[in-house]
């Protein structure tokens, strides 16, 4: 693609930065399967490739699209969002301390608290959404990282990224951003003084339920970046090539998903807001919610996807509620086209700070009025 020629992310994103293959002419890329690659007769590897495990270039128009959409130096790809999450912990060191939010991805926050802080990570849960709390936590020279997830799973809470990214950095410390949920299309957390974005690209990213992925993205290619890759190709957490192939494909629609689901999102959480069936709607799009202010200003053209809804009559009706949809779909996960719910204390068991009556909802690409009616039965029904 030109670089001189000023192009808006959406195409970008639509073309895949325009790559076209000289040999071929080919404007979809070929699927690279190797897992090995031809040392030259004196004994070098001039094409800077040796074995798949560290370089495969299946990875590299899918990297290079999320680098440039994040507007980051370089990007990894790993064989799923929790790959991505735990190498940014595993390239720490024992005893060295780090923050993270007490309300964030379930699975990466049970890892914190039993496999990391068994390894020798001092993991200290924080009202991430309070500058005042992260400020009183960080040990200057002690603290290595600050995790932040905005919106967060599940009540979406709002993290003001730069205002945290200022104490983090005073103290010495990096900061990463699971921005699964806002995708690119909505944050670039690193214009917003982050060091490190992670996705789950198994979500926005991809877009189609249909693959396992993660990606870091860095702000500089430093030695941190340079441990990050060494981990990935000597842990092996390492995508497949067609998954790469296939995350790359379902890049070029994220735009259009993204801001269709934004769109819908906002819909139905004005619409249930004011409900008789519904407690409360948790959304950062509707004015009043947790981090709306600072959503504002950190979200661009929407606020995502993900919303939850508390069902009045506890967890009974929440229950009974998603076992009455039709359109939505019982299942985990986010950001595919069609459209999840999903009883989220069920999922996350003890210790939860998901209350019993929430029911976490993914909006697709579906009709938002379609997907307003089929909940509208459901709580009827539910509550008999
Ligand atoms: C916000 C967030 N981060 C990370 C992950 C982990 O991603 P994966 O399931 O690809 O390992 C998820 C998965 O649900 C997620 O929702």
Redesign the pocket.
């Known amino acids: 693609m030109d670089d001189a020629l000023p192009l808006r992310p959406d195409s970008i994103a639509a073309q895949a930065l325009g790559w076209i293959d000289e040999k071929t002419r080919a404007i979809t890329p070929p699927i690279h399967v190797s897992s090995t690659y031809l040392r030259d007769t004196d004994n070098q590897y001039r094409s800077g490739r040796v074995y798949a495990r560290a370089d495969n270039p299946a990875f590299d128009q899918a990297e290079a699209v999320i680098a440039r959409l994040e507007q980051g130096a370089q990007a990894a790809l790993f064989a799923?969002?929790?790959?991505a999450?735990t190498a940014v912990f595993q390239a720490l060191a024992p005893g060295d301390h780090v923050l993270a939010p007490q309300v964030m991805?379930w699975?990466?926050r049970n890892w914190l608290m039993n496999f990391a802080t068994h390894w020798g990570l001092v993991v200290e849960l924080v009202d991430m959404t309070d500058p005042e709390a992260v400020r009183a936590a960080v040990r200057p020279g002690k603290t290595r990282l600050v995790w932040i997830?905005t919106p967060a799973?599940p009540l979406w809470t709002v993290t003001d990224i730069a205002a945290t990214a200022a104490i983090a950095h005073a103290a010495g410390a990096l900061v990463a951003v699971?921005s699964?949920?806002a995708s690119p299309v909505l944050t670039r957390p690193l214009e917003h003084g982050a060091d490190i974005v992670?996705h789950?690209?198994?979500?926005y990213l991809n877009g189609h339920s249909d693959l396992?992925?993660?990606v870091l993205v860095t702000r500089n290619d430093d030695a941190f970046w340079q441990r990050l890759k060494s981990i990935r190709a000597q842990l092996g957490a390492t995508l497949g090539s067609f998954e790469a192939w296939l995350l790359l494909r379902g890049m070029r629609t994220l735009y259009l998903r993204v801001r269709c689901a934004s769109q819908s999102a906002q819909r139905i959480a004005e619409h249930f807001a004011r409900h008789e069936h519904v407690e409360a709607v948790l959304y950062p799009g509707l004015p009043g919610a947790h981090g709306h202010e600072i959503a504002k200003r950190q979200m661009q053209g929407g606020f995502g996807g993900m919303l939850s809804i508390r069902v009045k009559g506890g967890e009974a009706a929440a229950i009974a509620t998603a076992a009455h949809v039709g359109l939505w779909k019982r299942a985990?996960?986010?950001g595919g086209t069609e459209s999840l719910v999903e009883h989220r204390a069920s999922v996350e068991g003890a210790g939860t700070p998901a209350p019993a009556d929430l029911l976490r909802l993914s909006v697709g690409i579906e009709d938002a009025g379609d997907l307003i009616a089929d909940l509208e039965q459901a709580l009827r029904r539910a509550q008999g």
């Open positions: 799923s969002g929790m790959a999450a991805y699975s990466l997830e799973n699971d699964t949920v992670m789950a690209g198994t979500k396992i992925a993660g985990t996960s986010l």
